[in-house]
């Protein structure tokens, strides 16, 4: 893993009338295959939860104050153990004029790859385990709560530095605390919120306007490349570019999809997609359930082998799966039996 760059303050508060303390490590951790691992698994953790949200810095000077001095540590003018000092003195103040009680660390990592450098900030609990001990007496142990990442945030400093705009900083919200949340939002900086629902619906909206355009036997096809692909971007969590998913879904034809788009949304044509993962997922998939009830099946069902009349609010299935009809079989036999 293309790891530059990592260090972790630890954070606590005991009570909501104790102090906020902070204890500060002067020196970046070693590299180890520890490390790499380590940061590998908070990346995919963040990078796999739903509800992100994304936008830029405040461009209020006064607000992001973390965003300047990350400026500093990008034109060398500020190290990266004393940018990482200064922004967890920093929080720890924030937290000051609030009653938030925690116990965790604050880690920075710094990823470059060949077509960007992204910063994550993540704040991370610990949790405890039993173990056996060569002796064979059990022993507990505190262990990173790496799949429960509680807060984080991810900074494209590429993307950053073009100063084009675009979303290149995305945020994790801590469930249950919004006040925690809050603080931590306030702390990054973060604003200009994107309304990635609104956004992914006029998407899919034009997904469906082109796939009126093809023959029958092709709508699913290309609406199934389009939601993979778009899920598949989201797992590794980058934007959907336009072109290039334009390119994927017809490489005859690589810029007719895009065209089309350009067509109907005019200069309100985004370069690039942050889809919402669910919106893609009940696009191609229908689902629900109640107490009594569960039901998942592939929109292009719905209309051929499963009919909802609204009138009589039911559905009629036909072509039911074989092993779901040898089941229900059985169980009517069963009950005839009983009778």
């Known amino acids: 893993m293309p790891l530059t760059h990592c260090i972790a303050h630890a954070i606590r508060r005991s009570g909501t009338e104790a102090p906020v303390e902070a204890s500060l490590r002067e020196q ?3 590299a180890t295959s520890y490390l790499e691992e380590l940061v590998r698994e908070l990346k995919h953790s963040y990078v796999g939860k739903a509800g992100k949200q994304y936008g830029q810095f405040d461009s209020d000077l006064s607000v992001s104050v973390v965003a300047q001095w990350l400026r500093e540590f990008r034109e060398e003018r500020l190290s990266f153990e004393r940018f990482t000092v200064k922004a967890t003195e920093h929080f720890q103040s924030l937290l000051s004029d609030t009653d938030v009680v925690l116990d965790g660390h604050i880690l920075f990592a710094i990823e470059s790859l060949a077509d960007a450098d992204s910063l994550y900030v993540y704040l991370l609990l610990h949790n405890e385990g039993v173990y056996l001990d060569g002796d064979l007496s059990l022993q507990t142990s505190r262990f990173l709560d790496v799949r429960g990442v509680l807060l984080g945030a991810k900074v494209d400093m590429t993307a950053w530095r073009s100063e084009e705009g675009g979303s290149y900083l995305s945020v994790l919200r801590a469930r249950g605390d919004k006040d925690l949340t809050d603080q931590f939002w306030r702390w990054i900086g973060f604003a200009d919120q994107r309304d990635i629902s609104s956004e992914t619906t006029a998407f899919l909206d034009v997904v469906s306007a082109y796939s009126d355009t093809l023959k029958d036997e092709d709508v699913q096809v290309y609406r199934n490349k389009v939601v993979d692909y778009c899920l598949e971007q989201d797992k590794r969590g980058e934007p959907v570019v336009i072109r290039e998913l334009s390119e994927h879904v017809d490489d005859a034809a690589p810029e007719k999809f895009e065209q089309f788009i350009r067509q109907s949304q005019g200069e309100a044509t985004p370069a690039q997609l942050i889809p919402d993962r669910r919106q893609l997922k009940q696009y191609i998939r229908i689902s629900g359930r109640n ?27 036909r072509n039911i799966p074989a092993p779901l009809k040898l089941r229900l079989i059985k169980h009517m036999q069963k009950l005839t039996e009983g009778e």
């Open 291 to 317: 107490d009594l009830l569960s039901m998942s099946f592939a929109a292009e069902c719905l209309g051929e082998t499963i009919v909802y009349d609204r009138e009589d609010d039911s559905l009629t299935i």
């Open 28 to 30: 970046s951790l070693p």
